[in-house]
């Protein structure tokens, strides 16, 4: 029943408790005319109505705790959720800033190297001197020794 029903019923009751009662201008009806007007049957009908309403009322009620209590748990589940974002972004941060240390050690280290130019410098020096003509103390003493050798 809808609240249209309700006010064309309740409108219906005024009009039949108007017409039954009297009014001050309206005009006075044989009492053969007038309508039956049975107050009974009009409260059975409005403490139905009230009783359908009441439940009405309890479902809804029912339904917002219901919906409360989902949105509770559901923030409940959210806030977790953000605490362990939050745990896993400190982590990351401090990851991160193990690796910039690390970078920082690798990049000293690297201005610290040879460069190209030095290593060509270098070769340079080697391809003249060619060290593998060189002889070793070893070596010579091996060969003063076979020398010596020979003389005798």
Do not use: C, H
Not at 3 to 11: E, P, R, S, V, W
Not at 64 to 79: A, D, E, F, P
Not at 126 to 141: G, Q, S
């Amino acid at each position: 029943m809808g609240k249209m029903d309700l006010n064309a019923d309740m409108n219906q009751l005024k009009n039949k408790a108007s017409s039954s009662f009297g009014g001050l201008f309206t005009q006075k009806k044989a009492p053969d005319q007038q309508e039956s007007f049975d107050l009974g049957n009009v409260m059975r009908d409005v403490t139905r109505r009230l009783r359908v309403l009441e439940e009405r009322m309890a479902s809804d009620r029912k339904n917002i705790q219901i919906n409360q209590q989902n949105r509770l748990s559901q923030n409940q589940k959210v806030t977790i959720n953000i605490k362990d974002l939050y745990g896993e972004i400190s982590e990351l941060k401090k990851e991160i800033s193990v690796i910039k240390d690390q970078l920082t050690l690798v990049i000293g280290e690297l201005k610290e190297t040879t460069k190209k130019e030095d290593v060509k410098t270098l070769e340079k020096y080697i391809e003249l001197w060619e060290p593998l003509n060189f002889v070793t103390k070893r070596e010579v003493e091996m060969l003063i020794r076979r020398i010596l050798n020979e003389q005798k």
